[in-house]
């Protein structure tokens, strides 16, 4: 997902998916496919917000936030999502690792301005 | 926490903390800190594993793993860890959210080798 800086929440609970990846070589189409999943993601009903960095290395992890399992479910079936899931498979991915969690509690903090 | 590269996690269910943060300008000791954080925290009493990425713009992830709510609690206590705490707070970070998540299920992909 292209999203950049940090998600807006609301009050847990509300779900987590964590996607730790480990890139191929070169974008083969994958920078503009990532735009393209954010953009659909965020359409899906019960998105919440999604956070992404990628290390120059290769690593990177995405975090996605969802109301519920249901709404999980719904966004990984989705038609052109599934395409892409399979060129990922395909082109893009060397590993990758994908948790579910249920978010209990969460806290913030920020700096006072100076 | 300075490990990088994916972490290798048991079945769940187990816990997530999902620290995202805004770094300020400069070092200011932060990486020596980072450094000896997860030297800490991997020895602590249910440390499961960490994945960290921090983007040039000042963006970071840090995905700790860990057994149970408990080990989170007791590491969040550990005293060398609350001094970082408040120095994180005083020179290192304009914003972090922590939110603390149970890991319900998990599945990973890896491509086949050539």
Redesign the interface.
């Known amino acids: 997902m292209g999203t ?4 807006q ?1 609301p009050r ?1 609970p509300y779900y ?1 998916v ?1 996607f ?1 990846s ?1 890139r ?1 070589p070169g974008d083969q189409g994958y920078a503009e496919t990532s735009d393209r999943m954010a953009e659909l993601a965020s359409a899906q009903a019960g998105f919440l917000g999604a ?5 120059p ?1 290769g ?3 995405t ?1 996605c936030y969802w109301e519920s ?1 249901e709404a999980i479910a719904a966004w990984k079936a989705q038609a052109e999502h599934l395409i892409a899931q399979q060129r990922g ?1 395909r082109d893009w ?19 006072p301005t100076p």
């Open positions: 950049s800086g940090m998600a929440t847990p987590a964590i730790t480990i191929t956070e992404s960095v990628r290390a290395d690593f990177g992890m975090v399992a498979k991915y060397e590993h990758y690792e994908v948790r579910v969690a249920r978010v209990e509690r969460a806290y913030s903090w920020t700096a």
